[in-house]
Structures are given as structure tokens and as C-alpha cells.
């Protein structure tokens, strides 16, 4: 059972970056592909981006696009999350989790992961 922790959370204004990590452990990372999923107050927990066991594919939400990308080390069992331009509404707690099926590559539907991280606040002040 892989365990995921988040880090890198932060405020930063309108137009900034960050870039979230999620370090992997009590696993083989490559054996997960992995997703990015936020959750503002209020909304539900929704797609960001997701990364294949290699790395070599990916998959973004319309919304970030442009703006953010996800990639992989897998000897550092580390998935990272570069958010630029960021903007007052990608304020959310931001979640990574592992996928563990074979028969999928990437995706962007919530319910297929198993293993959630405790997620890291990013707050984006206009």
C-alpha cells in the first residue's frame, strides 16, 4: 500500500507560480500512474492532471492548460505539479493520488484512484 504526501502548498498572488510534490513510499511508484485533483470550499473534488507510470503521457483539465504541468521522477518517487499564471479561482486544497489498474494509462476520474495524499492548500490572492 503506497502512502502519498503533498507539499509545496502556499499563497501567492494572481499571475504566480508554485510547484506542489507529492513524494510516494511503502511501494513501487512506477506500478502507479498518478493524478493531480483539487477541491475548493464548497465544490467538489475535481480533475487537474494526470501522468502515466513512465511519464510519457499526460493529461490536463481544460482549465490549466497552458498554465500547468505534471511530471514524474520515478527514482525519487516524486510526482510534481509546476502551476504558472496562476489565478484566484485555482484556489483549492490540492490532492495527488495513485492508480494502481493496468488497464488504463491516465485518468481523470476521481473514483478509479486508491490512494489519496492529505492535500496541500494553495490559496491565489487577486
Known amino acids: 500500500q503506497v502512502q502519498l504526501v503533498e507539499s509545496g502548498g502556499g499563497l501567492v498572488q494572481a499571475g504566480g507560480s508554485l510547484r506542489l510534490s507529492c513524494a510516494a513510499s511503502?511501494?513501487?511508484?512506477?506500478?502507479?500512474?498518478m493524478g493531480w485533483f483539487r477541491q475548493a470550499p464548497g465544490k467538489e473534488r475535481e480533475f487537474v492532471a494526470a501522468?502515466?507510470?513512465?511519464?510519457?503521457?499526460?493529461r490536463l483539465a481544460d482549465s490549466v492548460k497552458g498554465r500547468f504541468t505534471i511530471s514524474r521522477d520515478n527514482a525519487k518517487s516524486t510526482v510534481y505539479l509546476q502551476m504558472n499564471s496562476l489565478k484566484p479561482e485555482d484556489t483549492a486544497v490540492y490532492y495527488c493520488?495513485?492508480?494502481?489498474?493496468?488497464?488504463?494509462?491516465?485518468?481523470?476520474?476521481?473514483?478509479?484512484?486508491?490512494?489519496w495524499g492529505q492535500g496541500t492548500q494553495v490559496t491565489v490572492s487577486s
Open positions: 511503502g511501494g513501487t511508484f512506477s506500478d502507479y500512474f
Open positions: 501522468i502515466s507510470r513512465s511519464g510519457g503521457t499526460t
Open positions: 493520488a495513485a492508480d494502481a489498474d493496468y488497464s488504463a494509462a491516465t485518468s481523470s476520474t476521481k473514483w478509479r484512484y486508491d490512494y
